[in-house]
């Protein structure tokens, strides 16, 4: 039955207890419907035939629209309004008061834009994704600049908003202090701080400031360590690696590895889809999709142990408060870290291989991987773990990837902060990728027209990347610090000593804290440090390429 | 953006045209939704994980939810209640006005129900099923009864409240009619005439006097049929369709079936489920189930023969009205009709077979089946076209499952009608059991129990079973008379002609007219017959048992 709205006199005579029940029915069911849209999503990906895409499109805009009714829905906001002036710390522990939090959060950015803005927003998606594709294709980025240009335009008046509307407080005091040094009046266009912003959006409660430290420190560090190992112009044998894996054989292998590490086919599914991903409708329904390519064994495994990564997140949450905003990831980066948690730390480690090169040696008797069969699992590793500076982010290793990422945050930073303009994109960023890995870029194609992130409005996206490998080489060191002979456990495919830390230390946290970094902090004793992902990186390729 | 309701005076200032493009908007959106409920059914019977059950029912309850509201909309029924005020006849084509049509019979359908009584009726079913499940399993008749009741006294009231809203003219008159010839009071009870109503929930327009004649013959003809052929005593050599069929071949074969019948995988999928099903999200999203099993070939194969009769009447929808009412299937009957036809008509017959069964020899070559390479495909059509009464509907071939659906429908109707008792059913099945197919029912797990319909609540459902079997008879012979030398085309897997026609005179039809009787006149130029039925089942079978 529909609830009728009520007024805030009969609001104010209710109890805090019944005020929160009702919000979490409302946000419960506006969860389904949103996880409705994760089926529709996934099915897109994964089962859709191709002549039902027209009408998948409207599905997905009639569910987004009754989503976007039900968290906006006035009713929601006289409750939320009541509830707030109540004494939150008596009447509600930790993780209820984090909901009524991040309920006011939610409802808050989705009211404070106008909906003409978000409807303009979407609509450009389209276009612009179709024009980067035929930009893409023929490597001309004046074909899909001036979409680039409208999505800045719209991004700007989209933060303007959430800036008046008090849901960007960091950005607005960014904002107001270059206002002032800059002697600006009222009206004057001024767009420092609306990077912060966007990065709010994908990293909850991340400062922009701390990510330039980060960064900067990363820069200083790595570009030095990839010119080393690339003077040292040696490689180690991996013709083991090399000629053609049946793909079938390279998908039982995949999922065994997945269901051993944890994934827990009972609340998911693995399946087969273009461009891998972890999706689905619920923690008890995580779809995960993976690839495989029959020359690029390497492909298939670490992005199976990734998606299963994301996957244990999901399934990991915490299902005392199932529905309710607690209980979902706190940040894209803190997502990241756990697709590589297991990816790095354990899929490409030494103690991994050591239990796993037999059941691949098994999975692939035939004579033509007759090389494998005698391949110790430190010559594996050194296979598996090669450093080669290329142009294309997807495909970059360990070391090169945050450079991709580097250059990415301070062109879309100095883009939507009017430092630089959208036609000066290319030559910058092809000077950046000379200065940081030594390549020439010689067509857009292969540069700044590789992403498809930017034709749909994502900036701000990107630094949650680099974020996730740093996140995941502090987590993993506090769990090695914690869990006595962890290694030992991996070399023994005991994979569930380490998920349980994981699911205890980190899934079940959920969004509890404000930000990765209290997460980290409060895990570590310390804020998220950059320091140690150089070192991890130095100490493991300095002993790879005998640097 | 959400339209805002306008006032009954800005509507009558508004052209018919824009009143229907308003209508049309809302009820496309409408079924994007429902199509959306298509897709969770589907994933939940095919895809999905255990452990999300309880998730997924509260995700289709939302979402029914959410078609209720949309359904039920007022600003839905003021632009009806406006444009029925126009000259309907000059501002639009048949199509349209069928829409205006089924558009406001909807909207009253969805409208004359207390919502208390809708979810009271759903609340119900979940328990009854599980009871139902129980009583099955122990035969215990008892466990199942009570909640019986309960569904007989919701669907009375929901009848009575259709009965007073308008929207079931055929049963008000019939139940006046009654009252008046037993002299009764308003406010005395009499529930006849609410069969039809409740009939009209699936066949749409079908009058049940009509339905009383048809099945009346229908018994009169078929017992001494079935008595004849059980007095013969004899059996076709069938030994070469028993053993073990590999599923995966057996789906293979299926599947090339189904294809060359006219099934497009471009929209449309072929899985397996425990119940074979046709359902999935919209026309160009046909989602089709079927089962196989390695010792019962013959279930695979006329399965999915089966189910791509249903997906073509799906995928052969007017596009032209895509999303509107007028586009979809007249009635569960005629639908049934459709799987029926291919089912029957093509798939048991012998031109089918003298195609077929090459294909389905070279699928089955191992040594285990040498016996299949030596039969004819006489020898074959006679192994296919079995008649063996039995207990269970499921099971019954074309001759005996006519009296499976009688016998329900004397119950059902008897029944909900005040003519007989819960407590009566278990004894008055056996005595029917045994009157139609000589058959002795010793447990009502393999009697009244056998079926889930009553336990949702469907009553009324059972007889479009056998009226699809009547009218796939009377379309088949018209398609004969139509296509010259359609025999012949079937000997070459031509069956692109047949499908071809039925597009054109079925599925493109839609639910143009009114009742599948007046489809069927409009084709063939008489009501349906049950004598054309009962002459092709006696034709076949006379010869088949050489009676």
New interface residues.
Partial sequence: ??VLAKTSAELSSESARSLYDQLATRV??LG??Q??GG??SW?QEV??????A???A??L???AG?CH?AATSPILGSLLEEIQKRDLSKEFNPYERANIRLMNKSYREETVLP??LV?EGAALNSKAVNAWAEARKESNYAKFAPFLEQHIKILRQKVGYKIQGGVCEEARKINEKARASLGLKEGDECYKGYYQALLNDYESGFKDEQLQGLFADLKQNLVPLIAKIKAKNFQHDDSFIQGNFDVKKQAEFSHRIAKEIGF??????LDVSTHPFTGG??P??VRMTTRYTVDYLQEGITGTIHETGHSLYEQGRNQEYAGLPVSQALSLGVHESQSLLWERMVGLSKPFWTYALALLKEQFQDPSHENLQSVTPEQFYNAFNQVKPGFIRIEADEVTYPLHVILRYEIEKALIEGDITVAEIPSIWNAKMKEYLGLDVTEDRLGCLQDTHWAVGLIGYFPTYTLGSIYAVQIFKAAKEAIPGLDEHLVKGEFHVLKKWLNENIHKQGSLRESGDDLIKDLTGRSLDSNLYVEYLTNKYTAIYDL
Same sequence: chains 1, 2.
């Avoid at 827990?264 to 599914?269: K, M, P, Q, S, W």
């Fill in positions: 039955m529909t419960k069911d389904y419907l996880g409705v089926l529709l099915d089962m859709m035939p191709p002549k039902a027209d009408i998948r409207e599905q805009r009639v569910v009754l009714e909906k003409e409807q827990d086919t009972d609340a998911g599914r409708p619920d008890l329904d």
